[in-house]
């Protein structure tokens, strides 16, 4: 198993920036592909982000395109969400989460393809 855990949250102004992370520890010499989700209250968990084992593969939602970024640096076990331009629908708690994987080109979307979870951040956007 791969333990997650997610910082860089907090409460930003409209049109500000933020910085996720997501630090991996525990069986990190296995691949494993990775994403970010988000959940707002009352509503379903929806996925943001995703990023193959080999980085190269990259997804963002509409929601979020040409503001959000999804990166990793696999030598620190490390992933990140540069967030810009924030708007408070973006306002939710960010959860990042990792799949053991042999295809290290291909992310995955869908929430029920992960296994291990971080226990989130919240991310605060005021208008």
């Known amino acids: 198993q791969v333990q997650l855990v997610e910082s860089g949250g907090g409460l930003v102004q409209a049109g500000g920036s933020l910085r996720l992370s997501c630090a991996a520890s525990?069986?990190?010499?296995?691949?494993?592909?990775m994403g970010w989700f988000r959940q707002a209250p009352g509503k379903e968990r929806e996925s943001v982000a995703a990023?193959?084992?080999?980085?190269?593969?990259?997804y963002v939602a509409d929601s979020v395109k040409g503001r959000f970024t999804i990166s990793r640096d696999n030598s620190k076990n490390t992933m990140y969400l540069q967030m810009n331009m924030l708007k408070p629908e973006d306002t939710a708690v960010y959860y990042c989460?990792?799949?053991?994987?042999?295809?290290?080109?291909?992310?995955?979307?869908?929430?029920?393809?992960?296994?291990?979870w971080g226990p989130g951040t919240q991310v605060t956007v005021s208008s």
């Open positions: 525990g069986r990190t010499s296995n691949k494993y592909a």
């Open positions: 990023i193959s084992w080999s980085g190269t593969a990259t």
């Open positions: 989460a990792a799949k053991y994987t042999s295809f290290v080109y291909t992310y995955y979307t869908p929430s029920y393809e992960y296994t291990n």
